[in-house]
């Protein structure tokens, strides 16, 4: 789960007006609006939520907030675009972090909050949801990213489709033990599962 403060860039030393929590695991996002913020320091989307007495927005309202500050999956040279940000498919909320959030509609950025000096690194943490199940997708993703390879190398080398690999990082795709082991592989590990 990771957590970016929403902030008026106008503004020096403005305080954040808003929280934008996104779920890797569920690909879910969240936005909890501050109720110690003027109705003018904030987003016009927020504003309007304040006014009919709501401070949080759920996936489907934050998601489209987000996708209106990043360029969208209908955009002519999207493949060129991708390939600027080293991404092997659209991924809106990486574009987001990559751009701090920030796009011409208005001067709010985003700023991630970070738990402790570490909380970037793949650790236990990233790997154990709320029902203490292991999230491969995560574990997956963070051995990829650690040994500096993309998902299409990885495919390649694991014999596979980039887009099952992407599928398998973001969980939405069930994977056998057999396939899961050959992935794997291609990352130089070994697949270990323990029961204690």
């Known amino acids: ?90 991924d809106p909320f990486q574009l ?10 208005d001067n709010f950025y985003i700023r991630e909050i970070t738990e402790s000096a570490d909380s970037a690194e793949c650790g236990a943490g990233d790997i154990v949801d709320s029902c203490h199940s292991v999230n491969i997708g995560a574990m997956l993703m963070c051995a990829r990213k650690n040994a500096g390879i993309s998902q299409q190398e990885l495919a390649k080398r694991a014999g596979v489709q980039q887009s099952l690999i992407s599928r398998l990082e973001n969980n939405k795709f069930n994977p056998t033990v057999n396939l899961l082991a050959d992935v794997v592989a291609a990352l130089n590990k070994k697949l270990k599962i323990d029961i204690a």
């Open 96 to 105: 987001l972090v990559d751009h701090e959030g920030r796009c011409v509609q």
């Open 1 to 90: 789960m990771r957590k970016f403060n929403i902030v008026d860039g106008s503004k020096r030393a403005a305080q954040p007006c808003a929280v934008l929590t996104y779920d890797e695991a569920c690909d879910s996002f969240r936005i909890d609006i501050s109720r110690d913020i003027d109705l003018e320091e904030m987003p016009f989307e927020f504003s309007l939520m304040v006014e009919n007495g709501s401070y949080s927005m759920e996936d489907k309202q934050s998601r489209r907030w987000v996708e209106s500050r990043v360029i969208p999956s209908s955009r002519q040279n999207l493949g060129q675009v991708l390939k600027a940000h080293d991404m092997d498919f659209y």
